[in-house]
């Protein structure tokens, strides 16, 4: 995440006319997102199953839900 935080800062120093550069800079951002999303789905959610109990999931999915509801609320603006 902070090699995707540092590509995306460099974007702001970057021509938007330098198409190919500011491609190139989204392409290693996407490639950094998908592999923390991997990683995350694979390795830490599994271990959240592990070790929290079926009240706490249930618990934890509500917050979610409710936080992405309120998420998709803004974005529909």
Do not use: P
Not at 44 to 66: A, K, P, V
Request: proline fraction near 0%.
């Amino acid at each position: 995440m902070v090699r995707s935080r540092r590509c995306s800062s460099q974007l702001d120093g970057v021509s938007t006319s330098d198409e190919e550069v500011w491609v190139a800079k989204l392409k290693v951002i996407q490639e950094n997102l998908q592999y923390h999303i991997r990683e995350e789905e694979g390795i830490i959610f599994g271990e959240m199953q592990r070790r929290m109990g079926g009240d706490e999931l249930s618990s934890l999915n509500s917050q979610y839900e409710e936080a992405k509801r309120s998420v998709m609320a803004v974005a529909a603006r």
